[in-house]
């Protein structure tokens, strides 16, 4: 699926990942493949993607996801590695 990873400054990622665990406002959830349509505020915490290259993470201090047709869009403030 495709995941593009936005901040109020910059395109940060955009590329194809297996799987994507965010820190949502009811605790962690994942995205995998075919994942139902989804919008959900984040909350600081743990971004981790999973891409054919390996892991990857990165530290947020809030955001919304959106999941629609195997696209997810990621739109976070205060993004730290």
Avoid at 25 to 48: C, D, M, N, Y
Avoid at 56 to 78: C, H, M, Y
């Amino acid at each position: 699926m495709r995941l593009v990873v936005l901040t109020p400054d910059q395109e940060y990622f955009d590329g194809d990942v297996s799987s994507v665990k965010v820190p949502g406002t009811s605790g962690q959830f994942e995205i995998l493949e075919h994942h139902a349509p989804i919008v959900s505020a984040l909350l600081k915490g743990e971004v981790r993607l999973i891409t054919s290259d390996g892991e990857k993470r990165f530290q947020i201090e809030k955001g919304f996801i959106e999941v629609l047709n195997n696209e997810v869009s990621l739109l976070v403030q205060g993004l730290s590695e």
